[in-house]
């Protein structure tokens, strides 16, 4: 177990262990469950600071993620059309 990941405990009676949220934290960052769902989540979250610690860490890592994704899908630049020139001007006679 790393430093960042919560223990496998249970933190309140009726709800979830660190492992389950874990395990459902996508489905609760888009907002893909249901209200119960929701609030379970929310109710381990305020009583466990390691899952709280997770959550923060988890939540960076996905905005950088996705951040970097779009990046990648983004046209390459364009290049202007006078350096272009000058580029094939340049390799002329060049094998």
């Known amino acids: 177990m790393t430093s960042q990941e919560p223990s496998k405990q249970q933190v309140s009676g009726k709800g979830i262990t660190c492992r389950d949220l874990i395990g459902s934290l996508m489905d609760y960052l888009d907002s893909v469950m249901t209200a119960d769902e929701i ?13 709280r610690n997770y959550l923060e860490s988890y939540v960076q890592t996905v905005r950088l993620t996705r951040t970097e ?27």
Not at 39 to 51: I, K
Not at 83 to 93: E, F, H, M, W
């Open 69 to 95: 994704l779009r990046k990648a899908d983004a046209p390459p630049p364009v290049l202007p059309e006078e350096l272009a020139q000058r580029i094939r001007k340049s390799l002329d006679g060049v094998e």
């Open 39 to 51: 609030a379970t989540v929310q109710e381990h979250l305020a009583l466990c600071p390691s899952c």
